[in-house]
């Protein structure tokens, strides 16, 4: 089955430089790599994804790479600010399509 | 996404009760999968269901953990017989189809064992 590491488990930056986040992946036939930001006691939220056929993908600040070949794929979050701080969570699709394996989560803190 | 219901938000329970927790899909999706989240952990998958079928029970424990998706009504995730262990947060959420990905999260349902 899939096996998802998240690195680093923590990140502070200071507002305004840019945070990265990368995952790694087991099952080369996973297609599909969402991320999601959890806010202190609320629930996930889908923030950017990215499937298997493009290797980046960015949505204004938030931008998404991925390496099919080192089965690696990475979150980038360009010009912080402290609204940014929560955790993320990297996933890929379990064998086949779905279920979500998540990363462990990193938590990251945004220094005004 | 706002359109994933659960209830209750808060769930209090002793030792040795049953704890009930309930889904409602975003309108029109057939497939819920529950997740529980450990304080300061990422989220495990527990179960996978389309309407009255579980197509993916790996990750629940056997043993007094049981889920369902009726074919009217909300999901629900059953614990028996509850332990300070299963104190967490569960999270459900729902897909339209499996070739659409993107899976849409509940706000949770924070279940406390005393």
């Known amino acids: 089955g899939e096996n998802v590491e998240q690195h680093p488990s923590t990140l502070s930056v200071q507002e305004g430089d840019s945070a990265v986040i990368k995952c790694t992946y087991s099952d080369s036939a996973s297609n599909y790599f969402p991320w999601y930001k959890q806010e202190l006691g609320k629930r996930p939220q889908l923030i950017i994804d990215i499937r298997s056929n493009v290797g980046e993908k960015k949505d204004q600040r938030i931008a998404v790479t991925l390496n099919k070949t080192a089965k690696h794929f990475s979150l980038h979050i360009t010009e912080t600010q402290p609204e940014d701080s929560a955790v993320y969570f990297c996933?890929?699709?379990?064998?086949?399509?779905?279920?979500?394996?998540f990363g462990k989560g990193t938590r990251l803190s945004v220094i005004a | 996404n706002a359109g994933v219901m659960q209830n209750p938000r808060h769930l209090v329970r002793r030792r040795g009760q049953e704890a009930r927790l309930r889904c409602s899909p975003v309108k029109g999706h057939s497939h819920v999968y529950w997740y529980r989240q450990l304080p300061e952990e990422g989220l495990k998958f527990m179960v996978y269901?389309?309407?009255?079928?579980?197509?993916?029970e790996s990750g629940m424990p056997k043993e007094r953990f049981s889920a369902e998706f009726p074919k009217e009504g909300p999901s629900i995730l059953r614990i028996q017989q509850v332990v300070r262990g299963d104190s967490a947060a569960y999270f459900c959420a729902s897909q339209d189809r499996p070739s659409t990905d993107t899976q849409y999260f509940g706000p949770g349902t924070r279940l406390t064992v005393l």
């Open positions: 269901l389309q309407k009255e079928n579980i197509i993916d």
């Open positions: 996933a890929a699709p379990k064998a086949g399509n779905t279920p979500l394996v």
